[in-house]
Structures are given as C-alpha cells and as structure tokens.
C-alpha cells in the first residue's frame, strides 16, 4: 500500500531562472510534476514567466508575443494539490538529483510542522536516468486524439535558427524521408490510408539576425543574414500524400505532433514534449542529450524497428476494424 502523499512539502517548477523555449521549459515542469509522483510529495504549479525564444515568426518580428505566453500557460495549466501556506521554508534546487530528493523528502517527514516549498530548475539527472517517470505527464496530457480510419505520419524537422545557434542538431533529411518510407511501406502492406505532415520552420525572406535577436542573446557573437535557401526542403517531395505545415502556431504544431499515430522526432525538446505527451501514437526518435522512453522504436538497429513498426501498424488496423 502507498504510503500518504506528505503535504508539508511541494515540488515546483523554477521559472525564472532559464527562461528558454516552451518545448524545454514544459518539458521540465512535466519533469517536475512526475518527480512529485514519483516521491510522492505535493504538487505546486508554477507557470511559464517567459519564453526566451518562440520560434521563425518571433524571429522574424523581432519580438516576443504576451498572448502566446497566455495560451501556453492556460494549456498547460496543471492543478496544484495544494495551497501555499503563509509562512512556508522556501529551497532553490539548481539540478534535483535523487539523493536531494530524498533527503529534502526524509527532512519533510521529520519536520511535520514546517512546509517546504522546493524550486526545481533542472530535472534531468533523475528524468534522463528513468524517463519511464514521464509516464506520468502522459496521464495528464491536454491533447486528445481522435479516431480516423487514416494514419497520420508526422514528421518534425527542427529547423528555425539553428543554421545559426546549433548545426549539429540538424537532422539531414534524408533520415527523416528513409523511416517515413519504411512507415508508408508497412501502411501499403496493411491497406491503411495515410497522410504525412511535415511540420517546420523557416525564414520567409532573408532575414538579418543580430546577437540582440530575440531568441539569440548569448548563442550567436556577430550578425548573421538568414536565407530561404539555406532551408532545402525538396527531398520530402518523394512522400506521398504529403502535407505541408510550415511556419504554423506552435501550439497547434504540439498538439498535431502529439496526436498523431506516429512522430517522427528531430533532435528537440518540442518534439521530446510532444512525444511525452502522446498518449497513443508511436514514437521515432532519433538518438540525443535525452534518452527514449520505454516502447519508443529506436532507428537502429533496422531489423528491430521495422519488426515493432510492423506489430504497431497490425494493432492500430485491428483496432479500428473492432
């Protein structure tokens, strides 16, 4: 029997301290919320104070948006299963190691007439060692999906500024366009309808980006001109039933990611969110800083995948012709 969850001590979310991009900063308020779980400690919901960098149209404008802010923070509202007493011992946590977690938790128990309230910055040392505990942000996704007798392939190629700020997050194409190919062979064999969307982010015209850019302070050193061209698309052209979705609302880019049947993932903590908060899809994902949860299909080896891409596909027919 579980023990009963401690109320004189909460977990939260450290939001003014990296204020960076939404896929990131969600990701470790999720973090923070399934370490609750997990120590069986309360909950106490911080929302986003910033989004350091809101994706090409933000670049492009030069400017952060309040309403998007908003709606990210009213989507993404998790209930607090508690409310802040008056007086309570407040303890920033840059990294929210294990060993932290459960002295701070040890400390709770034995201090029962003192609250603790413990700001979480970072919490991948744990979450990156078992990220089966992000089981728990699935639990409470915002995004649900609706059945169709089509499956949607989405594929997420993390583009924007990085020609810029990081290259080697770049996935080539061609990686992306060979595992929808093995899907859609796998689909044709089953007789499944589908549709691929492809879901990135590019300048519309060239685009001067200075280190005072929003999104760009700290991460480039002098200015940098952003060009169309730079952003070769052409080789999705080869899928069929393709769809394209550039430039789109983040918001309605998560949820599109977080929904389908299966997700393509790029090197990126937005496609990592969206992956974790996929609820039934099948996950892609392409080896970075933050390790596969249980079930996702790794691209190698090859025999591997295609035999779990195979048996996914089978189950999503059969369930579908119940």
């Known amino acids: 029997m579980q023990e009963e969850r401690l109320t004189n001590i909460a977990f939260t979310y450290a939001n003014d301290f990296l204020c ?16 609750s779980r997990i120590f069986n400690v309360s909950y106490w ?3 986003l104070k910033e989004i350091g960098y809101q994706g090409m149209v933000a670049l492009e404008k030069n400017e952060n948006s309040l309403e998007l802010l908003d709606r990210y923070n009213q989507l993404f509202h998790i ?3 508690i409310e802040l007493p ?13 060993k932290f977690l459960t002295d701070i ?18 919490t991948t040392p744990f979450t990156d060692r078992y ?6 942000a699935k639990e409470i996704s915002p995004f649900k ?3 169709s007798l089509t499956f949607r392939i989405a594929i997420h190629v993390r583009l924007g500024d990085l020609p810029i700020a990081h290259r080697d997050r770049i996935v080539p194409n061609f990686h992306y366009v060979e595992v929808a190919q093995e899907v859609i062979e796998i689909l044709k064999k089953f007789q499944i309808s589908f549709v691929c969307e492809l879901h990135t982010e590019f300048p519309t015209k060239p685009l001067l980006v200075t280190p005072q850019h929003h999104g760009m302070v700290g991460r480039i050193n002098e200015p940098v ?4 061209e730079q952003y070769d698309l052409r080789e999705f052209n080869e899928l069929p039933h393709l769809e394209k979705h550039f430039n789109e609302d983040p918001i309605e880019t998560l949820e599109a990611l977080a929904t389908a049947d299966l997700l393509i993932m790029s090197r990126s903590s937005f496609s990592y969110l969206s992956a974790i908060l996929n609820q039934t899809g099948a996950m892609v994902y392409f080896p970075f800083w933050h390790p596969p949860l249980p079930g996702w299909l790794e691209w190698t080896p090859r025999i591997l995948f295609k035999e779990q891409l195979q048996e996914f596909c089978k189950k999503w027919k059969e369930h579908r012709e119940i």
């Not at 008056?86 to 294990?98: L, R």
């Not at 990220?131 to 728990?136: D, I, K, L, S, T």
């Open 20 to 35: 960076d991009g939404a896929g990131s900063q969600l990701q470790r308020i999720y973090g923070v919320y399934a370490l």
């Open 45 to 47: 919901h911080s929302p």
């Open 79 to 81: 209930p607090s299963d």
């Open 86 to 98: 008056n007086t309570y011992a407040c303890v920033s946590c840059m990294i929210g190691d294990g």
């Open 105 to 122: 938790a040890c400390e709770a128990k034995e201090k029962k007439n003192q609250f603790f309230l413990i700001k979480l910055a970072f």
């Open 131 to 136: 990220p089966e505990v992000f089981r728990y």
């Open 145 to 147: 999906k609706k059945d």
């Open 225 to 228: 001109i952003l060009r169309p």
